[in-house]
């Protein structure tokens, strides 16, 4: 395993000076395109229901995410709770809109740093921060005492992709692998279904900044575990309200079609998409030919590398020729077993 670039960072004091700077952002919040400008160093809440402390509601060795991040030992999961989106069909509802549970989950930046610690002594292969956006600078802190305890690990940040750019940019050289959600091709379904304003505008800018910093190359180690580089997640949704081929057009038009994507057929209906009438066309599981035409998209634009889930979403599919768009996808048991 190569070191991790924020050990350099930690060398030159350009840790230090970064966790500053984000940590400044709090004091009228524009940690995310939100900006609701709360004072959250004075423990006032943000719209993420937030304030200056990091909370987290587990953490623990997780083998859910793509395999070249679980190897055999598994990502270092920390799910941090709330959410700066309010998605009707969030799959950890539980965790990310029940701010009032999740304050007893409030913990120190001190405490942050030990669990990130106690992954490492476990043997899992990186530190995988889910929904990190919100808690940014807490988590850039955390890092900082980590590091200077002897922390290792790469860094993972799996977000939603409703990111602030200042913010990524000061990230660059923290997080070495950028794992974000590409949610909607279009604001009105942003709006509708995560009650955010100009997600695609948002979304996009941030997922480029992601790209200047980490590029199209993936970087593996000797056990093909991924250390640096960018993995665009794409759910598929009932009634291609995602909109999966705008998403992978731009992606392939704007980015490069280099870029690794997950395309992922995990969805079913939770929370308000399950319950209420207002959400019917999220209502169901994607169908098959729903699917088909997702893949299909893939294939025809040549998008180049990346993972497939099969359609029941138990497992990976990965294409692992980078320069032969033409390769098929292969289980990825077939380079495990």
């Given at each position: ?111 942050l740093a030990e669990i990130m610690l106690e992954l490492q002594a476990q043997g899992c292969h990186n ?70 304003s100009g997600y695609k505008e948002y979304a996009r800018r941030a997922i480029a900044e992601m790209y ?126």
């Amino acid at each position: 395993m190569t070191n991790p670039t924020y050990l350099q960072l930690l060398a030159n004091g350009d840790l230090q000076r970064r966790v500053v700077q984000l940590e400044a952002l709090l004091e009228r919040c524009t940690v995310c395109p939100r900006d609701c400008l709360n004072n959250r160093l004075q423990d006032e809440i943000a719209a993420c229901y937030s304030g200056r402390l990091p909370i987290v509601s587990s953490y623990t060795a997780h083998f859910g995410e793509e395999p070249a991040l679980v190897g055999t030992r598994g990502a270092g999961n920390i799910f941090f709770g709330n959410c700066n989106l309010r998605c009707v069909y969030c799959q950890n509802y539980q965790i990310s809109q029940t701010h009032k549970t999740q304050l007893k989950n409030e913990i120190t930046h001190e405490r942050l740093a030990e669990i990130m610690l106690e992954l490492q002594a476990q043997g899992c292969h990186n530190l995988n921060f889910v929904s990190p956006t919100h808690f940014a600078p807490q988590m850039a802190r955390a890092i900082l005492l980590a590091a200077q305890a002897g922390l290792r690990l790469p860094i993972v940040y799996n977000t939603n992709a409703y990111d602030s750019v200042e913010v990524l940019r000061l990230l660059e050289g923290i997080v070495g692998v950028y794992l974000p959600d590409l949610k909607y091709a279009e604001d009105e379904a942003g709006y509708l279904y995560s009650k955010v304003s100009g997600y695609k505008e948002y979304a996009r800018r941030a997922i480029a900044e992601m790209y200047r910093q980490a590029g199209d190359e993936l970087v593996f180690d000797d056990d093909g575990l991924l250390q640096r580089g960018l993995i665009i997640r794409l759910l598929v949704l009932p009634n291609d309200i995602g909109g999966i081929r705008e998403s992978l057009e731009w992606i392939r038009d704007e980015l490069s079609p280099r870029v690794a994507v997950s395309l992922m057929a995990q969805y079913y209906p939770t929370h308000q998409a399950a319950t209420s009438k207002r959400h019917i066309l999220l209502s169901r599981r994607i169908t098959e030919n729903e699917w088909l035409r997702a893949v299909n998209a893939l294939d025809e634009l040549k998008l180049e590398s990346g993972w497939l889930q099969e359609f029941d979403g138990a497992s990976y599919y990965y294409r692992p020729d980078f320069d032969n768009p033409d390769t098929p996808f292969q289980d990825i048991r077939d380079f495990t077993s």
